[in-house]
């Protein structure tokens, strides 16, 4: 099947560890962040998202930082899983065209 | 369904042909987007939807595509005389409205020949 993140940066972690990716951003008419997680041959799956408003939300595992003073992103995993490893993708959306902005993505493997 | 749909999951045509590709957006969703992703890329803008115009079709990479939402649902993508370059898979997504977030269907992977 297709190979996701074949040349992206990556990004290896213990099982049981803490994930932190980065992603930067251009655009300072974006108002709202999604990460995406993409699974080879499989769809961009919708992790967290979070508004320009805000600087940080919560969900199940996983954290996002939003510092728009320097137009950067982060999710954060904690205890990362085997299931973890994908590509993940961070998303703008720009307030004026509702059209979302997909960053290069970083492939995440976790080692046993 | 619980899901945006894509039809065909693989489709191989022969360059210079004519290929049509099918969106089954999420019941109830205004919004609706297609993306082109190649190999090793992030997913690239095409066309988005609210309702049945295209509120944004500044992703198109030529005249050879087209897209079309008649009724406010159901999406076709469209390619005319296919090039190789056409070959990657195309994605499509769903919100309930623009503000909310959106949902990926799992993408049409498409190859030229």
């Known amino acids: 099947g297709e190979s996701v993140g074949l040349h992206l940066p990556t990004l290896s972690v213990q099982e049981g560890d803490n994930s932190i990716i980065n992603c930067a951003y251009s655009?300072?008419?974006?108002?709202?962040f999604i990460w995406y997680k993409q699974e080879s041959g499989k769809g961009p799956q919708f992790i967290i998202d979070?508004?320009?408003?805000?600087d940080k939300r919560q969900g199940q595992r996983v954290t996002v930082l939003l510092n728009k003073t320097v137009k950067h992103l982060s999710l954060q995993i904690a205890a990362t899983q085997p299931g973890d490893s994908a590509v993940y993708f961070c998303?703008?959306?720009?307030?004026?065209?509702?059209?979302?902005?997909f960053g290069t993505g970083t492939r995440l493997k976790v080692l046993a | 369904g619980a899901g945006v749909s894509q039809t065909p999951s693989n489709k191989v045509t022969e360059k210079g042909k004519y290929v049509e590709l099918r969106c089954d957006p999420i019941?109830?969703?205004?919004?609706l987007y297609w993306y082109r992703q190649s190999l090793g890329q992030g997913p690239e803008f095409l066309i988005y939807?609210?309702?049945?115009?295209?509120?944004?079709d500044s992703g198109l990479p030529n005249d050879r595509f087209f897209a079309v939402r008649p009724e406010g649902s159901v999406s076709t993508l469209k390619i005319q005389r296919t090039e190789r370059g056409d070959s990657a898979v195309y994605l499509c997504?769903?919100?309930?409205?623009?503000?909310?977030?959106?949902?990926f269907g799992q993408g049409t992977r498409l190859t030229v020949v």
């Open positions: 997504a769903s919100s309930f409205d623009k503000a909310t977030e959106a949902f």
């Open positions: 655009n300072s008419a974006s108002d709202y």
């Open positions: 979070i508004r320009s408003n805000m």
């Open positions: 998303a703008e959306r720009d307030s004026g065209t509702y059209k979302y902005i």
């Open positions: 019941s109830g969703h205004t919004a």
């Open positions: 939807f609210q309702g049945t115009g295209a509120a944004d």
